[in-house]
């Protein structure tokens, strides 16, 4: 059965760190484009970045570019998101998914092109 689990959310600090992970099962994680999105209260979801198959090739919201980083662990079946310098407006729920489209600097990520997704791990940045 395909899943996708994110966990490692959390409350933190502005100018702290956290690292969302995204577990799958049901496929293996190298052979996608995996998107990371947010949604705030009140907000669209948004996306944040997403990290190719082969290559790696990784994207990143303006937003996030500079403080956020994205990985894979193909032993583990696992991408993660490492967040830097988290600032209250940094405050959503995260949700991974697997995609059907590519990831690299100049391809947009969009949501439509996802549909596979996971429950979301909240993270509040707040002092």
């Known amino acids: 059965q395909l899943q996708l689990a994110e966990s490692g959310g959390g409350l933190v600090q502005p100018g702290g760190s956290l690292r969302l992970s995204c577990a799958a099962s049901g496929f293996k994680v190298g052979n996608y484009v995996i998107g990371w999105f947010r949604q705030a209260p009140g907000k669209e979801r948004e996306a944040v970045s997403c990290?190719?198959?082969?290559?790696?090739?990784?994207n990143f919201a303006d937003s996030v570019k500079g403080r956020f980083s994205v990985s894979r662990d193909d032993a583990e079946n696992t991408v993660y998101l490492q967040m830097n310098m988290l600032m209250p407006e940094d405050t959503a729920v995260y949700y991974c998914?697997?995609?059907?489209?590519?990831?690299?600097?100049?391809?947009?990520?969009?949501?439509?092109?996802?549909?596979?997704w996971g429950q979301g791990t909240q993270v509040t940045v707040s002092s």
């Open positions: 998914a697997r995609g059907s489209t590519f990831c690299g600097a100049s391809v947009p990520i969009r949501s439509n092109q996802y549909h596979y």
């Open positions: 990290i190719g198959t082969t290559d790696g090739r990784t």
